[in-house]
DNA sequence: CGTATGACGTGCA
DNA sequence: GTGCACGCCATAC
């Protein structure tokens, strides 16, 4: 894989639990600023339990995708406290 | 090396 | 608020 996966899996194994980040901003973390479309394929493909993908969401804060369904991607999120009002991911 | 792909983002009707 | 067209970018072929 790319050097960019690497550190795009490293960052988002450290979202804590209860926070989220959007796929842009994983991408700028990552050191390619407009790459969030890049970080999706990335999380697509990625099969690591270690990896908490389920909290990178939209920058519009609604959910984005997730292999499980996106159904399911909320309901971990608020299993994990992560605010939700009308289907949409409130930041704080 | 050119083309296709998609868990995105933004602007505009 | 909703839908759509386009641009973007790392990857896979």
């Given at each position: 894989?790319?050097?960019?996966?690497?550190?795009?899996?490293r960052?988002?194994?450290?979202?804590?639990?209860?926070?989220?980040?959007s796929y842009a901003?994983?991408?700028?973390?990552?050191?390619?600023?407009?790459?969030a479309r890049?970080v999706?394929?990335i999380m697509k493909?990625n099969?690591?339990?270690?990896?908490p993908?389920h909290?990178?969401?939209?920058s519009d804060?609604?959910?984005?995708?997730?292999?499980?369904?996106?159904?399911?991607k909320?309901r971990?999120?608020k299993?994990?406290?992560v605010?939700?009002s009308q289907?949409?991911?409130?930041?704080?």
């Amino acid at each position: 894989m790319g050097l960019f996966s690497e550190r795009v899996r490293r960052i988002v194994k450290d979202i804590p639990r209860g926070e989220t980040m959007s796929y842009a901003q994983v991408a700028a973390l990552a050191g390619s600023p407009g790459a969030a479309r890049a970080v999706g394929n990335i999380m697509k493909s990625n099969r690591d339990p270690e990896i908490p993908c389920h909290r990178v969401i939209r920058s519009d804060g609604t959910p984005g995708g997730y292999n499980q369904g996106s159904t399911e991607k909320v309901r971990k999120l608020k299993e994990e406290g992560v605010i939700l009002s009308q289907a949409k991911i409130i930041r704080r």
